[in-house]
C-alpha cells in the first residue's frame, strides 16, 4: 500500500508528464503559427462610396455605394483590419487627401503592413487608364478626367512607394457608362467597364466587372459585386483567391454571364482575411485534424489528473484534520492526567500526620 508521500509524488509526476505532452502536441505547430501570429503585421483599409451625384455633376445618382462603403468596412474590422477609413460622398479634393494620407499612412506601418484600397461609385477608363469620379465633378472631355477625376494608378503608386508586403484595390466602379460623350474617342477602349491596370509586386486587384461590362447597382442594400463579396467573407476559407472566385461564380451565376468578376494579381505570398485560416493553410488537413484530436485527448487526461489530485488532496486534507484533532485529544487527556495526578499529590500531602 502506498504511503501518503508516495501517493503525492505519483500524482505530481504524473501531471508533470501530461503537461509535457500537451506542450509538445501544442509545439508541433509552434513555427507554422509563429509565422502567423508572431509577424508584426498592421492592416490598413480606406474605403471611398460616392452616392450623392446629381444632376449638377452631369451624373445619375447611385444607390448603394455609401452602404457598400460602410458594410465592408464593418466586414474588415471582423477580419483583422485594425486602421479602417471611411469616406462618404468625397469631392476631387477630400479624395485626393484620403488617398494621399492612406499612402503615408501605409508607409508608416512598414513593410509588413497590408493595405486594402476599396471604392464604389461611378467610374470609367480613357486612354487606358480608370479614373473614379468624385462627387461634384462635370465631364464634358476626356481631358477633364486628368484634371477632375482620380486615376486609379494613383492608388497603386502610393502604395507602390510604401513598399508594404501586401496591397489589395477592389473597385467596383463600373456601374454604368456615364459618360457617353465619351464613346466618338477611339482611346476610350472599354466605355462602360475598366482597364487592367499596372500593378507593383505583391498587389492584388478586383473589378466589379470585365472590360465592356457594367456592373448592377443591386436591387438591395449593396451592389451585386459587393453583397457577393460580403457574403464570401463570411464562408470557410478566406484566402484572396478563395475569396474572390466565389465572387465571381455568385455574380455569373446571378446575372446569366452579363456582369463577370475579374482580378489580377502578383501575390508573391498567399493572404487570408482571417488570419488564423493560414494556419490551415499550411498544414495538411489530415495532420491538424490528428494534432487537434491528440490535443483534446491530452486535455482529458489532464483533467481527469487534476480531479484525481483534487481528490487526493482532500483526502490528505481529512487525514490531516483527524490527525490534528487526535493530537488535541490527546493533548488534553494527558492535560487532564496531570490534573488528576496533582489532585492526588494534594491529598497525600494533607494527610500526612505531623510529629512534634
Known amino acids: 500500500m502506498r504511503t501518503t508521500r508516495e501517493v503525492g509524488t505519483w500524482l505530481v509526476a504524473a501531471m508533470l508528464l501530461a503537461h509535457t505532452a500537451l506542450a509538445l502536441a501544442q509545439n508541433r505547430t509552434l513555427t507554422v503559427k509563429q509565422a502567423v501570429d508572431d509577424r508584426p503585421e498592421m492592416r490598413l483599409a480606406l474605403l471611398i462610396g460616392n452616392a450623392g451625384y446629381s444632376r449638377n455633376d452631369t451624373l445619375p445618382q447611385l444607390k448603394n455605394p455609401s452602404n457598400d462603403a460602410r458594410d465592408i468596412a464593418d466586414a474588415l474590422k471582423k477580419n483583422g483590419f485594425g486602421r479602417v477609413t471611411v469616406v462618404i460622398d468625397?469631392?476631387?479634393?477630400?479624395?485626393?487627401?484620403?488617398?494621399?494620407?492612406?499612402?503615408?499612412?501605409?508607409?508608416?506601418?512598414?513593410?509588413?503592413?497590408?493595405?486594402?484600397?476599396?471604392?464604389?461609385?461611378?467610374?470609367?477608363?480613357?486612354?487606358g487608364n480608370n479614373y473614379l469620379i468624385p462627387i461634384g465633378t462635370r465631364i464634358g472631355s476626356p481631358k477633364d478626367l486628368e484634371f477632375d477625376a482620380i486615376d486609379a494608378q494613383r492608388v497603386l503608386a502610393y502604395m507602390e512607394e510604401a513598399g508594404n508586403a501586401v496591397n489589395i484595390v477592389v473597385l467596383d466602379a463600373c456601374r454604368d457608362n456615364p459618360f457617353p460623350q465619351l464613346n466618338k474617342f477611339r482611346s476610350s477602349a472599354h466605355a462602360g467597364g475598366l482597364a487592367q491596370m499596372r500593378a507593383p509586386t505583391g498587389s492584388f486587384i478586383a473589378f466589379a466587372a470585365a472590360p465592356g461590362q457594367k456592373a448592377s447597382d443591386g436591387e438591395g442594400r449593396n451592389g451585386l459585386f459587393t453583397q457577393h463579396f460580403l457574403e464570401s467573407l463570411n464562408q470557410p476559407n478566406s484566402?484572396?483567391?478563395?475569396?474572390?472566385?466565389?465572387?465571381?461564380?455568385?455574380?455569373?451565376?446571378?446575372?446569366?454571364?452579363?456582369q463577370v468578376p475579374w482580378k489580377q494579381s502578383s501575390l508573391t505570398n498567399d493572404f487570408y482575411f482571417r488570419p488564423k485560416d493560414a494556419l490551415a493553410g499550411m498544414i495538411d488537413p489530415k495532420e491538424l485534424a490528428r494534432i487537434e484530436?491528440?490535443?483534446?485527448?491530452?486535455?482529458?487526461?489532464?483533467?481527469r489528473l487534476d480531479e484525481q489530485r483534487r481528490a487526493e488532496d482532500e483526502r490528505l486534507e481529512r487525514q490531516r484534520r483527524m490527525a490534528d484533532a487526535e493530537e488535541r485529544r490527546l493533548r488534553l487527556e494527558r492535560q487532564k492526567q496531570r490534573e488528576e495526578e496533582e489532585k492526588r499529590n494534594k491529598r497525600r500531602t494533607v494527610n500526612i500526620p505531623i510529629t512534634p
Open 90 to 127: 468625397a469631392d476631387y479634393r477630400t479624395m485626393r487627401e484620403a488617398i494621399s494620407k492612406f499612402g503615408d499612412d501605409l508607409r508608416a506601418a512598414g513593410p509588413q503592413a497590408v493595405g486594402l484600397f476599396y471604392y464604389a461609385g461611378h467610374g470609367v477608363e480613357h486612354a
Open 293 to 303: 484530436e491528440e490535443k483534446k485527448q491530452l486535455e482529458i487526461e489532464k483533467a
Open 239 to 258: 484566402n484572396i483567391d478563395a475569396v474572390f472566385t466565389r465572387v465571381t461564380a455568385g455574380v455569373t451565376d446571378k446575372t446569366s454571364r452579363a
